[in-house]
């Protein structure tokens, strides 16, 4: 076996250690994570968010917490902290291409296009993922809007790109995507300044 071989091997394995220790602590605090899962469901989204503090002051690496908490900031049009409770997403779980499609569309949103189309690269690299052709249709929509420039070197994300794994292959993930409408996008006003 060669070496690539057993790194892959390693890091299946690490995947699959990875995912009961996520679940134990979901199961631990269903009916605290059900109830923020139904105030955020019911358009709650502030009481959402308590909830969502309530369950992390206990387990600040609870991820149904988080998934429930970043789904509402983004709602709510808090991309800084969206972008922030994603950093915590995936260093708990690498895996998942969702929290890199939606870290890319937070981005876009905060206008910085070359950091997004690092994020959508990071999401299109899992081969057997349900959201790689819309990370790929960003991708391609950024270099029609940037050019050739914005393909010279992927930007690091602080926070995120120092601990992702080399291999980026899940056939398992659980889709986790919080998808952008007109109606989300932030609107800017403009004031004539006195002559």
């Not at 105030?39 to 968010?49: M, Q, V």
Request: glycine letters at 6%.
């Amino acid at each position: 076996m060669d070496s690539e071989e057993g790194r892959l091997e390693m890091l299946n394995k690490n995947k699959e250690n990875l995912a009961p220790a996520l679940r134990d602590r979901t199961v631990r605090s269903g009916g605290a994570l059900f109830r923020a899962k139904s105030l955020f469901d019911a358009g709650d989204l502030a009481a959402a968010l308590l909830a969502t503090e309530q369950i992390l002051e206990s387990d600040p690496d609870h991820l149904g917490a988080l998934e429930v908490r970043v789904r509402a900031l983004w709602r709510l049009g808090d991309f800084p902290a969206v972008l922030r409770t994603l950093r915590r997403l995936t260093a708990l779980n690498p895996y998942e291409p969702g929290y890199f499609l939606m870290q890319g569309n937070s981005l876009g949103m905060l206008g910085r296009p070359v950091e997004a189309r690092s994020a959508y690269q990071r999401c299109a690299e899992f081969a057997c993922s349900p959201v790689r052709e819309e990370a790929l249709a960003s991708i391609a929509e950024i270099d029609l809007q940037l050019g050739p420039s914005s393909r010279l070197a992927p930007v690091p994300i602080p926070g995120v790109s120092e601990f992702l794994p080399d291999v980026a292959d899940s056939t398992d993930s659980v889709v986790f995507v919080e998808r952008a409408t007109v109606e989300d996008r932030p609107v800017w006003a403009t004031a004539a300044r006195p002559s």
